[in-house]
Every structure is written in C-alpha cells, then in structure tokens.
C-alpha cells in the first residue's frame, strides 16, 4: 500500500553515501514482519530511525494515521511517503536503492523475481499463518489436521531449497528475509502449540538454511529476545482462544 501523506513532519538527515533524508519505521518488537524490513535496511546499508508500537496497549495516532486501511506494523516513512505492507515495503527499498554497491534483494532476471514474490505469498499464506492456526486450533482432531497442512506446505518449502545455501543462491536475498522468522520464531510457535514442525531429518536441507541464516551477525542482532516474544505469543493466543465465538 502506497500512500502520500501530509501528516509527517521529522527532520531531514543528510547521508554522505546516499544523500536523502533518515527513514523511519513504525514497528513492534515481537513482529516478524517488522524484523524482515529492519534487516534489508541494514543490507542496504541505510540509516533508519525506528518507532516502536506497544501494542499491549493500544495503536498510536502515528500508525492510525499512517495506515489507516490496515491500522498494523510495520510501515516505512521516507520523507512524506508511507509504504505498508511488509513485502510491499521490501519490494519498495529495493526499488529506491538499486544499483552501484547497493545490496539486491531480489534477482534481476523477471522469471527469478516472478518465483521469489511467489514463494513469498506462499510462505505467509501457508507456512506462517497455517502454523499460527495450527498453534491456535484447541480440538485435538482440528489440530492434527492443521499440523498436516503445514507439515505438507513446508514440504515444498524444502524442495525449493535443496542444494543451495540461501533461497537466493549463496547470499541471501528477499525471499529468505521473508522466511527468516523460521529459525527463531517458529520454536516458540512450536512450543506454546505443544506440536513439532520443523523435523531436522524430515526436512534436512531447511533445518541447515535455518542454523546458517540466523549465525549471520546482521540478522542475528535484530532478533526480539526469545522471552519476550514466548510472552507476547502466549498472551495473544490466549486472547484469541478467549474471544473466538463458541462451536456447536
């Protein structure tokens, strides 16, 4: 979502490499769509300012403003214009900030970067809010089929990375930022659903990509502490159960 706004006042920051104002994030700690943007800002090597959303405790007029279709983090402030959307904002910076010694995201070849945005959607569709609802599901028999319909999506998901280090080939790229909330949230998703998703030796080739992408300095320091995102989990998904009209 793309969208001019009047509101925004903040100060313009003059960058010696790239010569344009500071950005801005709006984000929550806990979201791990807000962490896949931090991280292609940082392989940018853009300077950011972020804003942070408790979101325990209401939005802010700032995010109701800024994306007041969807009212949800993240979303990018670039010098009076709001991106939000956290793939659309992916998409967004790689555009802005291509070319030279500039960090790409996605492939240059349409084929290559037709297949990433695929397997993106795929991922956030199947993979993560497939697993959310597996977690959520409270009837043992809901549950066991939501677990299969998972286990079954990131079959494909291990099929799509078998031979290669990152999905984006030796370096990583738009489609593992995408999926980097595996290694260090779906632990927890696994934990607080008391089910088991990623089996090392059902899925060997994703299980490696996962231990090698989170060892990467860069993605590694802007991961939320394990705690705190077990808390915020635990709280929202008891929410949820606690507010899901009753079944027959």
Known sequence: MYVRSPILDYTARNNENTNMAKLKIIVSTVSS???????????KGLEY?????????????LLLKSNPVHK???VLLDDGVVIAESKVILEYIDEKWKGGDLYPLLPRDPCERAQARFWAQFVDDKCLFGTLGA???????????AVEAVLESFTYLEKEIEGKKFFAGDKIGYLDLVIGWIPHSLSVLEEI???????AKRFP???EWAQNFVEIPLIKECLPPRDMLLNYTTARLS???SSAPNKP
Request: with cysteine; hydrophobic share 35%.
């Open 72 to 74: 949800k983090v993240p």
């Open 49 to 61: 300012e972020l804003t942070f959303e408790d979101l325990n405790k209401g939005k802010s007029e």
């Open 205 to 207: 080739s994703l299980h």
């Open 193 to 199: 659903g008391g089910m088991k998703i990623l089996y």
């Open 239 to 241: 929410y949820l159960r």
């Open 33 to 43: 769509f807000c962490t896949r943007i931090e991280w292609a800002l940082k392989l």
């Open 135 to 145: 977690c959520r599901a409270e009837d043992a028999l809901e549950k066991e089929k």
